[in-house]
């Protein structure tokens, strides 16, 4: 099983750009599907976007489709979110996810998908 961890987030203000990054540790990275949730104060955890295993399939929420990119590089066991255009409504706390997938083409929309987590980091946009 892998160990995430999140790094990249902070306050920036409207319109600018973030990338997230999420270390893995452990063996096997190219075989997780993975994926980025966000949870603002109050609100329920929602998908970001997943992607599959070498990256040939990605899955984007309609309110982050053609601003952020969900990309990966097994070689270096990082999974990269890069976050263009942001707005206040994007501020919360990132968390990346993964679960091992016997399928190249396969990702998971729901957090009860994946079993392992990073401890998140938090993004704030400031208008």
């Known amino acids: 099983q892998v160990h995430l961890v999140e790094s990249g987030g902070g306050l920036v203000q409207a319109g600018d750009s973030l990338r997230l990054s999420c270390a893995a540790s452990g063996r096997s990275f190219s075989t997780y599907a993975m994926a980025w949730f966000r949870q603002a104060p109050g609100k329920e955890r929602d998908i970001v976007a997943a992607?599959?295993?070498?990256?040939?399939?990605?899955y984007y929420a309609d309110s982050v489709k053609g601003r952020f990119t969900f990309s990966r590089d097994n070689a270096k066991n990082t999974a990269y979110l890069q976050m263009n255009s942001l707005k206040p409504v994007d501020t919360a706390v990132y968390y990346c996810?993964?679960?091992?997938?016997?399928?190249?083409?396969?990702?998971?929309?729901?957090?009860?998908?994946?079993?392992?987590w990073g401890q998140g980091t938090q993004v704030t946009v400031s208008s």
């Open positions: 992607i599959s295993q070498y990256g040939a399939l990605t």
């Open positions: 996810a993964a679960t091992p997938t016997t399928s190249s083409h396969t990702y998971y929309t729901t957090g009860e998908s994946y079993n392992t």
